[in-house]
């Protein structure tokens, strides 16, 4: 049997004693790009966070599944090691740790095998110049001193260097100037292929001007209100989201 790669089923998610999602319904097959749009408030980051099993967020009912096996209560770097990988909206800054080292710690939990440093290390340049970004990053501190745009394009050459079967992207494209966002659809370009998925959270339209996506949510109020395809994200560009409200 063909399960789907994600599937959430009827997912409600309380955080801060603060009921947020109210019946999540999602299904993501291989090969797929997808796309929860919604004003700010409205469930996005929480249905990321929730996926990967977060502490912070507290699942009241419902079921996660990832490629048929139920991963609702699993830990969260369990659920990392099956093959689920989220960027996050501001990136972690790390004094003392290279982003080459990072990452190579990084490829090295998930994937429980050992890294070959110069094939590595040739493999980590080749992705930073298809990004556009400075060779000399490799050794400096994870995103310490680096603008907003170098910490999003660190977070999809992550995303690259460890080569997952679902990215969750949560608002990768926040705060990003053109030519900043055409190099991050260009890195999902480079990543996405028939065996992976992708799944982008954000809150307006920009990053869908240069990639194409399979399907559109519209999550207002802790419910996906609106399923479609890229069409949709044009009207909400056009009309914004009151119509959903």
Do not use: C, W
């Not at 789907?4 to 097959?29: C, F, H, M, T």
């Not at 980590?124 to 556009?132: A, I, P, R, S, T």
């Not at 009207?235 to 914004?240: F, K, L, R, S, Y």
């Amino acid at each position: 049997m063909n399960h789907p790669l994600l599937q959430i089923q009827n997912l409600y998610v309380k955080a801060e004693n603060k009921e947020i999602l109210k019946g999540i319904n999602l299904q993501i097959q291989k090969g797929e790009i997808h796309v929860i749009m919604g004003p700010n408030g409205s469930g996005k980051t929480t249905t990321a966070n929730a996926i990967l099993n977060n502490p912070a967020y507290t699942k009241q009912k419902g079921n996660i599944f990832f490629e048929g096996k139920e991963i609702t209560n699993q830990k969260t770097d369990e659920i990392a090691r099956r093959g689920i990988f989220m960027s996050f909206q501001a990136p972690e800054e790390i004094p003392g740790i290279s982003v080459t080292n990072f990452l190579k710690y990084a490829k090295n939990k998930v994937t429980e095998k050992p890294v070959k440093v110069f094939e590595f290390r040739d493999e980590l340049k080749k992705y930073m110049e298809e990004l556009n970004m400075n060779s000399k990053n490799m050794e400096r501190s994870l995103n310490v001193g680096f603008s907003g745009g170098e910490k999003k394009k660190n977070e999809i050459l992550q995303m690259l260097v460890l080569n997952p079967k679902l990215a969750i992207l949560d608002e990768t494209d926040s705060g990003l100037d053109v030519d900043a966002i055409k190099t991050v659809s260009k890195g999902i370009e480079m990543f996405k292929n028939d065996q992976n998925a992708v799944l982008i959270i954000t809150h307006n339209t920009k990053i869908l001007h240069s990639l194409k996506v399979d399907y559109v949510h519209v999550l207002v109020n802790g419910q996906i209100v609106k399923t479609g395809s890229q069409e949709l994200a044009r009207e909400i560009e056009e009309n914004g989201y009151q119509k959903y409200k």
